[in-house]
C-alpha cells in the first residue's frame, strides 16, 4: 500500500459525502432537496463584492503575506473590540483559507502524540478527525436532547486530566444549534480558571446567527484571555463559504506557530477575498440581521413540522442553520426490505425513499440523530418535511 497510515485512517467528511450521494442521484434527474450541507442560500453582501471587483482593478493579484495584509488584521482587530470586547494586536491575528484550516494550524502548533483534547459530543464532524491526525487523543463529553446538548461545569471537571491539552467547542454549535449563555459560559470558565494548563479553542464561526443576541466570547474573561484562541470567519455570517477566509484571534506564541505552519503549507490566503474582507469586518452587525432573522422563521417552521412527525424528538435550536432530531426509535423499524440499523441506515433510506439528503449523527459523535440544515427557503423545508414524514410511515 502506497498510502500512509495517517490517510487511512482519516475518515472522509461525512457532510461532503452524503452531499455528493445527493448529486450523483440528482445527475440522474432525481428531485432531491439537499439539507446535508452547512451553506447559506443568501447571496454575499454588494458592498464586500465591490471591494473585490476595486482590488482586481487595482491589482491586488500578488503574494499576500502569510498571516495576512495589515490592513485587514487592523480591521479584525476592530471588529473583535467592538463585536466581542476583545483586545487584540495585528501580531495576534492570522488569517487563513477559510476556519477549517484556522482551526487545523492551532491544533498542529499545540499536540503531541498522546495529548487529550476534549470535544463536548455532538460536535463539529471534522473536530475529532483533525485531532487524530496529529496524533492527539480525543476526549468526548456527551451530552444529549435532554440537556439542550449543553456541557455542565461538572462534566468538564470530570473530563480535564494533567494530559488534557486543549478544549475545542462551537457556540453557536454546528450540529446541534446549541448557543451558550453569558452566565453558563462564564461558569465554564470557573472550572478552566483551575487547570492552567488548558488551551481554549472557541469557534465562533455562527456568532451572526444567534437568536439569543449577542455571542459572549470566552477570551473576554481576563483569567482566561492568554490561553483562549478565538477563531471566526466569513462563511457563515456573511454568506462567503466560496470566498474561503477565517482568522483567528490567539496569544502571540501560538499565533507565530500559525504562521510558521501556514508559511510551510498554504502561505497567504487569496489576495481578493481579503480585501473584501476589510470591507466585511467593517459592516455593522446590525446590517445583518435580515438574514439572521430569516433563519430565526424557518428555524420555527422546522421545529413545528418535526413536532409533528412520531417517534422523533427536537429541542428549539437558539443559533446557527441546523436541526438534530433524535432518531433511534426507528432504529430497527422496517419497509418489508430494508431493516434499520442506524443513523445513517436512515439518511440512505430517506435519501432513497424521501430524495431528502440529510447528515447521520455518528459524524458529529452521537449516533442517535441526523442533522437537518434548514439554510435554505421555506418551501423547500415544508416539501422536505413532508416527504420524510411520508416515508417514515413505511418503517414499523
Given amino acids: 500500500m502506497l498510502l500512509s497510515h495517517r490517510v487511512q485512517a482519516l475518515a472522509e467528511s461525512e457532510t461532503l459525502a452524503m452531499s455528493r450521494r445527493a448529486n450523483e442521484l440528482k445527475d440522474k434527474g432525481v428531485d432531491v432537496i439537499n439539507m446535508s450541507l452547512g451553506e447559506p442560500d443568501f447571496f454575499t453582501?454588494?458592498?464586500?463584492?465591490?471591494?473585490?471587483?476595486?482590488?482586481?482593478?487595482?491589482?491586488?493579484?500578488?503574494?499576500?503575506?502569510?498571516?495576512?495584509?495589515?490592513e485587514l488584521q487592523q480591521a479584525i482587530c476592530k471588529k473583535f473590540k467592538r463585536d466581542n470586547g476583545?483586545?487584540?494586536?495585528?501580531?495576534?491575528?492570522?488569517?487563513?483559507?477559510?476556519?477549517?484550516?484556522?482551526?487545523?494550524?492551532v491544533l498542529m502548533a499545540l499536540l503531541n502524540?498522546?495529548?487529550?483534547?476534549?470535544?463536548?459530543?455532538?460536535?463539529?464532524?471534522?473536530?475529532?478527525?483533525?485531532v487524530t491526525l496529529f496524533d492527539g487523543k480525543v476526549v468526548e463529553i456527551k451530552t444529549g436532547i435532554d440537556t439542550d446538548f449543553k456541557l455542565t461545569p461538572t462534566l468538564l471537571e470530570k473530563a480535564i486530566t494533567p494530559k488534557t491539552k486543549a478544549f475545542l467547542f462551537s457556540s453557536p454549535c454546528n450540529p446541534t444549534g446549541t448557543t451558550y449563555t453569558e452566565?453558563?459560559?462564564?461558569?465554564?470558565?470557573?472550572?478552566?480558571?483551575?487547570?492552567?494548563?488548558?488551551?481554549?479553542?472557541?469557534?465562533?464561526?455562527?456568532?451572526?446567527?444567534?437568536?439569543?443576541?449577542?455571542?459572549?466570547?470566552?477570551?473576554?474573561?481576563?483569567?482566561?484571555?492568554?490561553?483562549?484562541?478565538?477563531?471566526?470567519?466569513?462563511?457563515?455570517?456573511?454568506?462567503?463559504?466560496g470566498w474561503r477566509l477565517g482568522f483567528i484571534g490567539a496569544p502571540k506564541e501560538i499565533a507565530e506557530a500559525c504562521?510558521?505552519?501556514?508559511?510551510?503549507?498554504?502561505s497567504g490566503t487569496c489576495s481578493i477575498t481579503q480585501?473584501?474582507?476589510?470591507?466585511?469586518?467593517?459592516?455593522?452587525?446590525?446590517e445583518?440581521?435580515?438574514?439572521?432573522?430569516?433563519?430565526?422563521?424557518?428555524?420555527?417552521?422546522?421545529?413545528?413540522?418535526?413536532?409533528?412527525?412520531?417517534?422523533?424528538?427536537?429541542?428549539?435550536?437558539?443559533?446557527?442553520?441546523?436541526?438534530?432530531?433524535?432518531?433511534?426509535?426507528?432504529?430497527?423499524?422496517?419497509?418489508?426490505?430494508?431493516?434499520?440499523?442506524?443513523?445513517?441506515?436512515?439518511?440512505?433510506?430517506?435519501?432513497?425513499?424521501?430524495?431528502?439528503?440529510?447528515?447521520?449523527?455518528?459524524?458529529?459523535?452521537?449516533?442517535?440523530?441526523?442533522r437537518l440544515s434548514y439554510a435554505t427557503n421555506e418551501e423547500k423545508i415544508t416539501e422536505a418535511c413532508r416527504r420524510i414524514a411520508a416515508a417514515l410511515k413505511k418503517l414499523n
Avoid at 45 to 66: H, R
Avoid at 113 to 130: Q, R
Avoid at 259 to 266: P, R
Fill in 288 to 370: 445583518l440581521l435580515p438574514m439572521k432573522e430569516a433563519f430565526r422563521s424557518r428555524r420555527d417552521l422546522i421545529v413545528k413540522l418535526f413536532k409533528d412527525i412520531p417517534h422523533v424528538e427536537v429541542n428549539n435550536p437558539q443559533g446557527a442553520f441546523y436541526l438534530f432530531p433524535k432518531v433511534d426509535k426507528y432504529f430497527g423499524k422496517s419497509d418489508g426490505v430494508t431493516t434499520i440499523k442506524n443513523a445513517k441506515e436512515l439518511c440512505l433510506w430517506l435519501l432513497e425513499h424521501a430524495h431528502v439528503a440529510l447528515t447521520p449523527g455518528g459524524a458529529f459523535g452521537a449516533p442517535e440523530y441526523f
Fill in 86 to 105: 476583545l483586545d487584540y494586536q495585528p501580531n495576534q491575528i492570522v488569517v487563513s483559507t477559510g476556519a477549517k484550516q484556522s482551526i487545523i494550524n
Fill in 259 to 266: 504562521v510558521k505552519i501556514q508559511g510551510q503549507f498554504t
Fill in 113 to 130: 502524540a498522546g495529548d487529550e483534547v476534549i470535544l463536548p459530543t455532538p460536535y463539529w464532524v471534522s473536530y475529532s478527525e483533525m
Fill in 275 to 286: 480585501r473584501a474582507a476589510i470591507t466585511a469586518m467593517e459592516i455593522d452587525p446590525s
Fill in 183 to 241: 452566565a453558563e459560559l462564564r461558569a465554564l470558565g470557573e472550572v478552566f480558571k483551575k487547570h492552567p494548563h488548558v488551551v481554549i479553542i472557541a469557534d465562533e464561526i455562527y456568532e451572526h446567527i444567534n437568536f439569543q443576541g449577542k455571542t459572549f466570547s470566552l477570551a473576554s474573561i481576563p483569567e482566561l484571555y492568554p490561553r483562549t484562541v478565538t477563531v471566526n470567519g466569513l462563511s457563515k455570517g456573511f454568506s462567503m463559504t
Fill in 45 to 70: 453582501p454588494d458592498k464586500v463584492k465591490q471591494a473585490a471587483k476595486l482590488a482586481i482593478d487595482q491589482n491586488y493579484s500578488f503574494y499576500t503575506p502569510v498571516p495576512g495584509y495589515k
